[in-house]
Nanobody, 124 residues
Framework: QVQLVESGGGLVQAGASLRLSCAAS????????MGWFRQAPGKEREFVAT????????FYTDSVKGRFTISRDNDQSTVYLQMNSLKPDDTAVYYC?????????????????WGQGTQVTVSS
């Protein structure tokens, strides 16, 4: 089983950048597909990005394409979300998650391990 701890959130102005990190412990990280999700107040948790276990396949929701980049370092057991050109609509609690599924998954119900989340607030 994998345990996940996110960090890197904060309060920034529109147009700024942040890099979120998700440190994993547990021997299955390097074989787990990872994802980032976010949840704004009053809204459902939504998919942001996912990366394959090897890091060679990524997928993003349309609203972040070209602005966000997901990556991973299996030696450091860490997955990252580089967020550029942030907008107020990006304000949310961001969660990383792990799934045992090999193929791309964007439904949060298909992820079985979650971190505690990190708050990202973008002011206009």
């Amino acid at each position: 089983q994998v345990q996940l701890v996110e960090s890197g959130g904060g309060l920034v102005q529109a147009g700024a950048s942040l890099r979120l990190s998700c440190a994993a412990s547990g021997r299955t990280f390097s074989t787990s597909r990872m994802g980032w999700f976010r949840q704004a107040p009053g809204k459902e948790r939504e998919f942001v990005a996912t990366i394959s276990w090897s890091g060679d396949s990524t997928f993003y929701t349309d609203s972040v394409k070209g602005r966000f980049t997901i990556s991973r370092d299996n030696d450091q057991s860490t997955v990252y979300l580089q967020m550029n050109s942030l907008k107020p609509d990006d304000t949310a609690v961001y969660y990383c998650a792990a799934t045992h599924f090999f193929f791309r998954k964007i439904d949060p119900r298909e992820y079985d391990t979650w971190g505690q989340g990190t708050q990202v607030t973008v002011s206009s």
